[in-house]
């Protein structure tokens, strides 16, 4: 598979009210032809800008943008074989849906009976066969954000960006459009760019997530990598939930200065069944939460040292844990995972 | 009442507190409250006197007595299609269609730069810059504008020292628009009316620019279209209902002004000063007042066209 989008030393410098901000320092990244990747991150973490480079809204400081192996770093966005699906989804108001879709095609001269009958397709290619006569204010949310999917792949772009397009839709919404996009883009085999600040959204959709972190990528990898085998810090406890724990703490349980272990792969003992050789931590329960399918219990060990989390699984357990009861905790020593570069 | 607790019982019970608790249950008496003065004023100062107007121009004067003679009649009607007065408001409709179109023309760039691009202090200094003139009395920025553009003002005198006299010439002897010097022309009427209007066309403009979200230019562009097709497709249709407001305002205000072409001009009449005549000098009120409608009927089909030609849709 050949590189689609790659990014060469690529910073961005904002100067804001005379301070000077780092949005991205110093960003490599190779994104492969057909790939669905997300940018992750926190929110001013610099995915955002990342997309925006690449889409040519905001020129990089420093560094080369290439597509399809050609240097695009200072073309204008209508130079470029990308097209994006926008937060706010961008509709034109004044235009009906049909035109909105039409207008990548209108700009380059179409003639309007095959621009609007490409059009009416990728309407039916988004579900949403009967609604080119209206105008965008009277679609709904979930309509809206189709209709920017069908507009930006008028042009069959190389490489479609899309900028958190999901973030405005709620959950039962968002979920279905997540499997859509993802069916959508097997069919057709394009290269998708995608950000989010929803590890569960990366995680789910994914071939690969780049994690970003204050302008610089933290871990580029595939989602099941990602999530057993974070690289720092920061990706541990940003991508699902981790104990993460250092120095003494780390050395406790392993010859590593830092390590991790997620809490669904720490079995909780319960003293009345235990019938195993004894448990590794020995801890009482400070807080529970309940997750449906588990519990979360946030356990403190008998022997000081941090506070573990450890996930027990609602089926098997006769009795829902009670904060105060005392616990064993247990694991197997392949699901540590040790963390070679701590965050500074 | 038991008085569970008396502090906040006490507290509620004063004449404010119940007025406001008053007003805050019943939205519709607040409503009232709010909307009456400027129903009033609307319902009964604007529109009666406008409806008075309307009465009015039904009337006659008796040509003998110069009285009104309160007697309805289609007389008024009749004369404001003689060829005089057709002529002077043809000149009235040609004078604000250009004074908008140029106001228009002028406006909108400054107006784009000041929504999109100027920040800060920036925006602040621009802000004042279109407001200042309408700080100072209207009078005084005339006769200003009457000394610049006279025959030994500034105008003539900066083109002078460029060796562009000539130029100037060869303006002033066009026919129609020329005149003796640019202020006895109607081509001076025309740049001073222009000037005078110029901010209630950029205001509007900017306030509609404004609006536009960055993200729609952002998405015509990602689609592939040049900056000047951005324009023309998506910013100036998205600005289009702020150009029609601020060409009301040039249009009705060029329509409507009776000073500027007496000051600046080569004394043809406009329609602001035929209504000032008439009633002022003939005490004619009923024909004043027929023909003070005469621009309102001019807006009423420049709306009803501007409505048609969609410059409301993006509203």
Same mark, same amino acid.
């Given at each position: 598979?050949?590189?689609?989008?790659?990014?060469?030393?690529?910073?961005?410098?904002?100067?804001?009210?005379?301070?000077?901000?780092?949005?991205?320092?110093?960003?490599?990244?190779?994104?492969?032809?057909?790939?669905?990747?997300?940018?992750?991150?926190?929110?001013?973490?610099?995915?955002?800008?990342?997309?925006?480079?690449?889409?040519?809204?905001?020129?990089?400081?420093?560094?080369? &943008?290439?597509?399809?192996?050609?240097?695009?770093?200072?073309?204008?966005?209508?130079?470029?074989?990308?097209?994006?699906?926008?937060?706010?989804?961008? !509709?034109?108001?004044?235009?009906?849906?049909?035109?909105?879709?039409? *207008?990548?095609?209108? @700009?380059?001269?179409?003639?309007?009976?095959?621009?609007?009958?490409?059009?009416?397709?990728?309407?039916?290619?988004?579900?949403?066969?009967?609604?080119?006569?209206?105008?965008?204010?009277?679609?709904?949310?979930?309509?809206?954000?189709?209709?920017?999917?069908?507009?930006?792949?008028?042009?069959?772009?190389?490489?479609?960006?899309?900028?958190?397009?999901?973030?405005?839709?709620?959950?039962?919404?968002?979920?279905?459009?997540?499997?859509?996009?993802?069916?959508?883009?097997?069919?057709?085999?394009?290269?998708?760019?995608?950000?989010?600040?929803?590890?569960?959204?990366?995680?789910?959709?994914?071939?690969?997530?780049?994690?970003?972190?204050?302008?610089?990528?933290?871990?580029?990898?595939?989602?099941?990598?990602?999530?057993?085998?974070?690289?720092?810090?920061?990706?541990?406890?940003?991508?699902?939930?981790?104990? =993460?724990?250092?120095?003494?703490?780390?050395?406790?349980?392993?010859?590593?200065?830092?390590?991790? &272990?997620?809490?669904?792969?720490?079995?909780?003992?319960?003293?009345?069944?235990?019938?195993?050789?004894?448990?590794? $931590?020995?801890? %009482?329960?400070?807080? %529970?939460?309940?997750?449906?399918?588990?519990?979360?219990?946030?356990?403190?060990?008998?022997?000081?040292?941090?506070?573990?989390?450890?996930?027990?699984?609602?089926?098997?357990?006769?009795?829902?844990?009670?904060?105060?009861?005392?616990?064993?905790?247990?694991? $197997?020593?392949?699901?540590?995972?040790?963390?070679?570069?701590?965050?500074? | 009442?038991?008085?569970?607790?008396?502090?906040?019982?006490?507290?509620?019970?004063?004449?404010?507190?119940?007025?406001?608790?008053?007003?805050?249950?019943?939205?519709?008496?607040?409503?009232?409250?709010?909307?009456?003065?400027?129903?009033?004023?609307?319902?009964?100062?604007?529109?009666?006197?406008?409806?008075?107007?309307?009465?009015?121009?039904?009337?006659?004067?008796?040509?003998?007595?110069?009285?009104?003679?309160?007697?309805?009649?289609?007389?008024?009607?009749?004369?404001?299609?003689?060829?005089?007065?057709?002529?002077?408001?043809?000149?009235?409709?040609?004078?604000?269609?250009?004074?908008?179109?140029?106001?228009?023309?002028?406006?909108?760039?400054?107006?784009? *730069?000041?929504?999109?691009?100027?920040?800060?202090?920036?925006?602040?200094?621009?802000?004042?810059?279109?407001?200042?003139?309408?700080?100072?009395?209207?009078? @005084?920025?005339?006769?200003?504008?009457?000394? !610049?553009?006279?025959?030994?003002?500034?105008?003539?005198?900066?083109?002078?020292?460029?060796?562009?006299?000539?130029?100037?010439?060869? @303006?002033?002897?066009?026919?129609? %628009?020329?005149?003796?010097?640019?202020?006895?022309?109607?081509?001076?009427?025309?740049?001073?009316? %222009?000037?005078?209007?110029?901010?209630?066309?950029?205001?509007?403009?900017?306030?509609?620019?404004?609006?536009?979200?960055?993200? *729609?230019?952002?998405?015509?562009?990602?689609?592939?279209?040049?900056?000047?097709?951005?324009?023309?497709?998506?910013?100036?249709?998205?600005?289009?209902?702020?150009?029609?407001?601020?060409?009301?305002?040039?249009?009705?205000?060029?329509?409507?002004?009776?000073?500027?072409?007496?000051?600046?001009?080569?004394?043809?009449?406009?329609?602001?000063?035929?209504?000032?005549?008439?009633?002022? =000098?003939?005490?004619?009120?009923?024909?004043?007042?027929?023909?003070?409608?005469?621009?309102?009927?001019?807006?009423?089909? *420049?709306?009803?066209?501007?409505?048609?030609?969609?410059?409301?849709?993006?509203?």
């Amino acid at each position: 598979m050949s590189s689609s989008v790659s990014l060469r030393d690529v910073s961005c410098v904002f100067r804001s009210a005379g301070k000077t901000v780092h949005a991205v320092a110093g960003v490599n990244l190779d994104v492969q032809a057909g790939e669905f990747f997300t940018l992750l991150g926190p929110s001013g973490s610099g995915k955002t800008t990342c997309l925006r480079m690449i889409g040519g809204f905001t020129l990089p400081t420093d560094g080369r &943008i290439l597509i399809d192996g050609q240097d695009v770093s200072q073309n204008p966005p209508y130079a470029r074989p990308v097209n994006t699906v926008f937060q706010d989804y961008a !509709l034109f108001p004044h235009m009906s849906i049909l035109d909105n879709v039409a *207008y990548g095609l209108m @700009v380059r001269g179409v003639d309007k009976a095959s621009r609007e009958k490409k059009a009416q397709q990728l309407l039916e290619t988004v579900q949403l066969p009967e609604v080119g006569q209206r105008k965008p204010p009277q679609l709904s949310g979930g309509q809206r954000q189709r209709v920017a999917l069908a507009r930006a792949l008028i042009n069959e772009p190389q490489v479609l960006l899309l900028d958190e397009p999901l973030g405005a839709l709620d959950l039962k919404l968002r979920e279905q459009m997540q499997s859509e996009l993802k069916s959508l883009q097997r069919k057709l085999g394009i290269t998708f760019i995608f950000v989010t600040h929803d590890q569960h959204e990366a995680l789910s959709m994914s071939d690969r997530i780049g994690v970003f972190n204050q302008g610089r990528l933290e871990q580029v990898a595939s989602p099941a990598d990602l999530y057993n085998r974070p690289s720092t810090r920061f990706v541990a406890e940003f991508v699902g939930a981790a104990n =993460v724990l250092q120095g003494a703490d780390a050395r406790r349980y392993a010859a590593a200065e830092a390590l991790m &272990i997620r809490p669904e792969r720490v079995q909780v003992r319960r003293r009345a069944d235990d019938t195993a050789p004894g448990p590794r $931590v020995s801890g %009482v329960v400070r807080e %529970v939460q309940f997750f449906g399918a588990f519990w979360r219990l946030q356990v403190q060990p008998l022997d000081g040292g941090a506070p573990l989390l450890a996930d027990l699984p609602v089926q098997g357990s006769d009795h829902a844990p009670v904060v105060g009861e005392t616990v064993g905790l247990d694991w $197997v020593d392949g699901d540590l995972h040790i963390i070679e570069a701590l965050h500074p | 009442m038991t008085a569970s607790s008396p502090t906040s019982a006490a507290a509620r019970n004063g004449l404010l507190d119940r007025l406001s608790t008053l007003l805050y249950t019943r939205r519709g008496l607040l409503l009232g409250v709010l909307l009456a003065p400027p129903l009033l004023w609307f319902g009964i100062i604007y529109l009666g006197s406008l409806l008075s107007l309307l009465a009015n121009s039904f009337f006659r004067l008796d040509d003998f007595t110069g009285q009104v003679v309160r007697e309805v009649g289609f007389g008024n009607f009749v004369e404001i299609f003689s060829p005089t007065n057709l002529d002077v408001a043809l000149r009235s409709t040609l004078m604000a269609v250009a004074v908008t179109l140029s106001c228009a023309l002028l406006g909108f760039p400054m107006a784009y *730069y000041m929504a999109r691009y100027a920040r800060g202090t920036q925006k602040a200094l621009l802000y004042v810059a279109v407001m200042l003139p309408l700080w100072s009395s209207y009078l @005084v920025r005339l006769y200003a504008w009457k000394l !610049l553009l006279a025959k030994e003002g500034a105008i003539s005198w900066v083109l002078q020292a460029l060796h562009l006299q000539w130029l100037l010439d060869a @303006v002033l002897a066009l026919p129609v %628009v020329g005149g003796s010097s640019l202020s006895f022309s109607p081509l001076g009427t025309y740049l001073v009316f %222009v000037y005078m209007w110029l901010p209630f066309m950029i205001l509007p403009i900017m306030a509609a620019i404004e609006r536009i979200p960055g993200s *729609y230019l952002e998405a015509s562009a990602d689609l592939g279209a040049s900056p000047a097709q951005t324009l023309r497709q998506v910013i100036i249709p998205l600005a289009m209902p702020g150009v029609a407001a601020g060409s009301i305002f040039t249009f009705s205000l060029t329509l409507g002004d009776y000073i500027i072409p007496q000051v600046i001009g080569n004394s043809t009449l406009y329609i602001g000063q035929v209504v000032y005549r008439q009633q002022g =000098v003939a005490g004619n009120l009923p024909f004043a007042a027929a023909f003070s409608l005469v621009p309102i009927v001019i807006i009423g089909v *420049y709306l009803w066209l501007a409505k048609r030609k969609g410059a409301f849709d993006a509203l």
